[in-house]
């Protein structure tokens, strides 16, 4: 099993940045990739950007690329997302995830979920 536990999120003003931090704990050497993922009310749960355990390979939506930044600090076994230019259309809860294999950007692929962050970004 592994266990994963979002911080960060919040409110903030459209054009602002938030960061959020994911913390892995378990069976972490079984991990092949990290990602983030978010859910707005009444919308389908969507990727955001996912990175190796490695961190060797980010990849992101279109619309959060150049803006949202997703890295690994192994020596903490965490997981970070930098947003910046955020606008309402960033407001969702944000899940933190992790796969023991699989593509990037299929949902299914992700075996493990964090309980999921608040993001507000008033216009």
């Known amino acids: 099993q592994v266990q994963l536990v979002e911080s960060g999120g919040g409110l903030v003003q459209a054009g602002g940045s938030l960061s959020l931090s994911c913390a892995a704990s378990?069976?972490?050497?079984?991990?092949?990739?990290m990602a983030w993922f978010r859910q707005a009310p009444e919308k389908e749960r969507e990727i955001v950007a996912a990175?190796?355990?490695?961190?060797?390979?980010?990849d992101y939506r279109d619309s959060v690329k150049g803006r949202f930044t997703i890295s690994r600090d192994n020596a903490k076994n965490t997981v970070s997302l930098q947003m910046n230019s955020l606008t309402p259309e960033d407001t969702a809860v944000y899940y933190c995830?992790?796969?023991?294999?699989?593509?990037?950007?299929?949902?299914?692929?992700?075996?493990?979920w964090g309980q999921g962050t608040q993001v507000t970004v008033s216009s």
């Open positions: 378990g069976r972490t050497s079984e991990i092949y990739r």
């Open positions: 995830a992790a796969a023991l294999g699989g593509s990037w950007s299929v949902r299914n692929n992700y075996d493990f």
């Open positions: 990175i190796t355990w490695t961190g060797l390979r980010p």
